[in-house]
């Protein structure tokens, strides 16, 4: 089988706008930015599960409402995430997990 000539609007490319400046603009100034940690994602009502978040996301997981993290890993949790968890009044779980690389 050939690839012969083909109708030039059957694959064309498509115009996109660019992404919006979140750097400190009138339209978000006053206004917090939620940013959800990697890979995040709701597994049931009140039930979520992400990777590691950073400080970036504190402000979108103070807006779940939190009372526990499960942490999986074997390295101690960060300093700046225990503060956060002691001021928002989240409980931390840790099950040192070893990683199972093939």
Request: net charge negative.
């Amino acid at each position: 089988m050939t690839v012969g000539a083909f109708e030039e609007d059957i694959c064309t490319p498509i115009k996109v706008s660019p992404p919006p400046d979140v750097g400190g603009d009138s339209a978000t100034d006053g206004e917090e930015l939620f940013v959800p940690p990697l890979n995040f994602a709701m597994v049931d009502d009140g039930v979520f599960r992400s990777g590691f978040p950073y400080s970036a996301n504190f402000s979108f997981l103070r807006s779940l409402g939190l009372r526990s993290i499960i942490y999986l890993c074997p390295e101690p949790y960060p300093e700046t995430n225990n503060e956060f968890l002691k001021v928002n009044g989240i409980r931390l779980f840790q099950f040192n997990i070893e990683r199972c690389k093939m």
